[in-house]
């Protein structure tokens, strides 16, 4: 979470009331403050000062703030506080959020804190922790409106009125029968402007729904292809099992992007953010790809050990080398971020392979062209030995290298996602590793074959 101009202003202030001040002072200072804003003040303090701030809210104040905070930072509060201090708080939570934090305790913690709960919360957590992470019924929430066929508009707006401040949202209304099975959606607009003794069958629409083990990433692709603010999920049967918010989609939206851009810079997705991640783990996440990609590398180095004889007969070569091994690599990386966004936002499709082939083809082919041109100019100023040899040496393998950058980082990511496997994982420093070594390959290749 960034930190608001708010926040800095207070923050010191803040500190200075919790050391001196009464926990009704504090409750009574904290009252205007937005949730996220506390929660804000939550992440930006020590153990003792949060111990202190959270302790002073009210119960339904503190379950505002602990919604507004990630999962790992509620569950230091449970450490911290125990659950006996905060369950009639946690209680008060979103379903969804509810199960998320229990589900990142330690087992003994989590149970004591469900021990705590009602029995309809406890068989709530219980159902919404049961299905896998990264599925829709791991987002979504169980405190949706559900209303009958026969129900009037007039009596649904009174059922509203009574359950409102107990669900997630009422802007999506969804139509059951007697045995849950999801017959409809009506939006609030809808309701308000339709006559009070029609019935929700006379007003609702088809449903558009997703199945209870969808992949998330699925789930907010329906969500923004059709622009709601909560889509169903459904069982087998189509048993209305609860909704996903677009609140909540966008929290996955966010963690998606972060676990693709994370795999692309080359490392293992964190499950915390950057200070939450503990040193040996945020080493390991690091360590495993750099030993890949240093072995990789070490290819190029067998490469060039190999071919000795090329390297001193013509030694200007060597001035090239790093600028060959960037300008292909650094082509490959440009052509794999471009499709892995692409296939990630349904831009390009899997089908599409034979033309991003054509256009990456034509694409390397101009810049290796212009890149090569360049590189005539730089071995013409800096005046090398044997020039038009090793201008066309070096120009023939930039147009190479590129071209073959292009392709290898634009097919890469299709390939991965054909067998099952997400596309990020062909990461730009993957891409560009590989195409090092082509570069260097290809670079002796030409050489040996122009100038010797």
Not at 196 to 224: C, F, G, H, W, Y
Not at 272 to 284: E, K, V
């Amino acid at each position: 979470m960034n930190q608001s101009a708010l926040v800095r202003l207070v923050l010191p202030d803040v500190r200075e009331l919790l050391h001196e001040a009464k926990k009704e002072d504090i409750a009574r200072a904290l009252k205007p403050f937005h949730a996220a804003d506390v929660a804000e003040l939550v992440e930006r303090l020590e153990d003792q000062d949060v111990a202190t701030l959270v302790a002073a809210l009210p119960d339904g104040k503190r379950a505002e703030v602990f919604e507004q905070l990630e999962t790992p930072q509620c569950a230091r509060l449970v450490s911290l506080l125990g659950p006996e201090a905060l369950a009639p708080s946690i209680v008060r939570m979103a379903s969804d959020d509810r199960a998320r934090l229990v589900a990142a305790l330690p087992p003994e913690l989590g149970q004591r804190l469900v021990a705590l709960f009602p029995a309809d919360e406890r068989q709530d957590v219980a159902e919404l922790s049961k299905y896998a992470a990264g599925t829709a019924g791991a987002i979504m929430t169980s405190d949706h409106v559900g209303l009958k066929p026969a129900e009037t508009v007039k009596d649904a707006i009174d059922h509203i009125r009574q359950v409102a401040r107990r669900r997630e949202t009422i802007y999506a209304l969804y139509v059951v029968d007697e045995h849950d099975h999801l017959l409809g959606a009506v939006s609030l607009e809808t309701l308000l402007l339709s006559a009070s003794d029609k019935t929700m069958m006379d007003i609702m629409l088809a449903p558009i729904s997703v199945k209870v083990d969808a992949d998330q990433e699925s789930v907010v692709a329906t969500l923004r292809h059709y622009d709601f603010l909560a889509v169903p999920v459904v069982d087998k049967q189509g048993k209305l099992l609860g909704i996903v918010t677009h609140d909540d989609a966008l929290d996955v939206a966010t963690q998606e992007a972060t676990e693709d851009a994370q795999k692309m810079g080359g490392m293992a997705p964190l499950s915390a953010s950057y200070f939450d991640t503990s040193f040996p783990r945020l080493i390991r996440a690091r360590a495993v790809w750099l030993s890949v990609l240093f072995f990789t590398e070490l290819v190029g180095g067998m490469v060039l050990k190999g071919q000795e004889e090329v390297i001193h007969k013509v030694l200007p070569l060597v001035f090239f080398l790093p600028l060959i091994t960037a300008s292909g690599g650094n082509s490959g990386a440009q052509a794999a971020t471009l499709v892995t966004r692409g296939l990630a936002v349904g831009d390009i499709r899997l089908d599409d392979v034979w033309r991003i082939l054509r256009r990456e083809l034509a694409a390397g082919a101009t810049l290796g062209t212009l890149l090569g041109t360049y590189a005539i100019v730089v071995a013409w100023v800096w005046g090398v030995e044997s020039f038009r040899g090793v201008a066309l040496t070096v120009w023939i393998t930039l147009l190479c290298v590129v071209t073959a950058g292009s392709l290898l980082g634009s097919l890469m990511p299709v390939f991965m996602a054909r067998i099952g496997i997400d596309p990020a994982v062909t990461s730009s420093p993957l891409v560009t590793c590989l195409v090092d070594v082509l570069g260097i390959v290809i670079l002796t290749t030409v050489a040996g074959m122009v100038l010797l």
